[in-house]
T-cell receptor, first 110, second 114 residues
């Protein structure tokens, strides 16, 4: 099956700085890569996604890049704000299944 | 629009007791359905997924089972709970007909086994 690894496990940044979270996957058949934000005690919510035929996607302060050859994808958050503090999960999809990374706890210090 | 309902929201059960968590989806047909478990401070572990009525795939051997008695209903069960079954259980759905598509989670069920 697919194996998704995510780094770092915790990330602390100053408000206004950028944050980068990286994931790798093992199965070249994976073709869809969503990112989720989970606030304490809540359900994960989709924040951005990218499909395997696209190298980069941006939505305001959030961007995702995908390198299919290297099997890695990254989440970039610019101009971080305290409300960005949460746990972020990457995922890889293939054959009807979504496999998640272990999560990154982002702390944005005001 | 589509909505997903999951209940109960919280429950405290003794070791050895049975479990039943229920999930229903509205506003779509023939969804792919999923059960995930999240241990405290940990990631999302895929437990079961279903691509149709009566079709259940298990990802990891465990003390749990799943059933899909109706198109938009997914149930997670256990006959005898273990302490290690404690966690946050999340039901989710995606649009099977659209191929790789958005996975939407229910609000979750927090299970504590004592």
């Amino acid at each position: 099956g697919e194996n998704v690894e995510q780094h770092p496990s915790t990330l602390s940044v100053q408000e206004g700085d950028s944050a980068v979270i990286k994931c790798t996957y093992s199965d070249s058949a994976s073709n869809y890569f969503p990112w989720y934000k989970q606030e304490l005690g809540k359900r994960p919510q989709l924040i951005i996604d990218i499909r395997s035929n696209v190298g980069e996607k941006k939505d305001q302060r959030i961007a995702v890049t995908l390198n299919k050859t290297a099997k890695h994808f990254s989440l970039h958050i610019t101009e971080t704000q305290p409300e960005d503090s949460a746990v972020y999960f990457c995922a890889a999809y293939n054959f009807n299944k979504f496999y998640f990374g272990s999560g990154t706890k982002l702390n944005v210090k005001p | 629009s589509q909505t997903i309902h999951q209940w109960p929201a919280t429950l405290v059960q003794p070791v050895g007791s049975p479990l039943s968590l229920e999930c229903t989806v509205e506003g779509t047909s023939n969804p792919n359905l999923y059960w995930y478990r999240q241990a405290a401070g940990r990631g999302l572990q895929l437990l079961f997924y279903s691509v149709g009525i009566g079709q259940i795939s298990s990802e990891v051997p465990q003390n749990l089972s799943a059933s899909r008695p109706q198109d938009r209903q997914f149930i997670l069960s256990s006959k005898k709970l273990l302490l290690s079954d404690s966690g946050f259980y999340l039901c989710a759905w995606s649009n099977a007909e659209a191929g790789a598509n958005v996975l939407t989670f229910g609000a979750g069920s927090r299970l504590t086994v004592l």
